[in-house]
């Protein structure tokens, strides 16, 4: 496996990037000042909205690209470089399904802000790991602005509880069930993949030149759009197979591992 070539990082958040305790290592922030010295591109991709992205990553925020909302929205130094929204009618036909679903909680993603009904005080709790912005609503109706992607959270599961009531979708939205308790419904182009190949034309960096961490199926799609694309131990076995390398786990510093084999190659 020869890294001398890899101009471009790009790293999923939840169950890669971060620890089981939702940390960003203090060795990744070292391996990272390395990375800039070396003018290799980092890119954060995740499923999480803008603001939780870079709150994680506060002390970088104006050094990396970030993909959020799995892929709608990709921004730089608070630009906007790519946003892609979900249309109105898709969103109300979408919500109506999601009321009769026992235990979905849905959360309206939009660029800067997040709105859900308070079903219960325990998802709102669960929500603030997520999400750093968002509004309580009455009404779906009171929303303001585009939104992204509806992400929606089942306590027990959401493959098997949230995706067979929503997988008829698929016939034109992306429905990814991106963690073990989320999934998410959102424009086709709105994938990981897409904003990745996006990123790679703004910069002139090709996929042979790419490498890319992931571990589940929201991830499916950068995976494809990198040689170098490796599955953490911990992955969904979709991605386990989709990947073309394997590391460590997200509590084992998998992501740390392979930079610093990437840094030795450059």
Known sequence: MDLSQVKMVVSDMDGTLLNSNHEVSDRFFELFNALKKKNILFVAASGRQ????????????????????????????????????????????????????????????????????????????????????????????EYTGDIIKIAVYHFVGSEAHLYPSLRHFEKELKVKVSGENWLDLSHFNANKGYALQKVQQMHGISAAE???????????????????????????????????????????????????????AH
């Open 50 to 141: 803008y603001n939780s992205i870079v709150n994680k990553l506060k002390t970088i925020k104006d050094d990396i690209l970030v993909i959020a909302e799995n892929g709608g929205l990709v921004m730089h130094q608070e630009k906007e470089l790519l946003a892609t929204p979900l249309d109105p009618h898709t969103i109300s036909e979408a919500l109506t399904i999601l009321e009769g679903i026992e235990g979905a909680n849905p959360v309206l993603c939009g660029k800067n802000n997040a709105y859900l009904k308070p079903n219960s005080d325990a998802f709102i709790r669960k929500l603030e790991e997520y999400y750093t912005e968002f509004t309580l609503l009455k009404d779906w109706e």
């Open 210 to 264: 790419t490498m890319v961490f992931g571990d589940y199926n929201n991830d499916l799609e950068m995976m494809a759009a990198a040689d170098y694309s490796f599955a953490m131990a911990n992955a969904h076995p979709t991605i386990l197979e989709a990947a073309r390398y394997k590391t460590h786990s997200n509590d084992d510093f998998g992501v740390e591992r392979v930079l610093e084999k990437l840094l030795e």
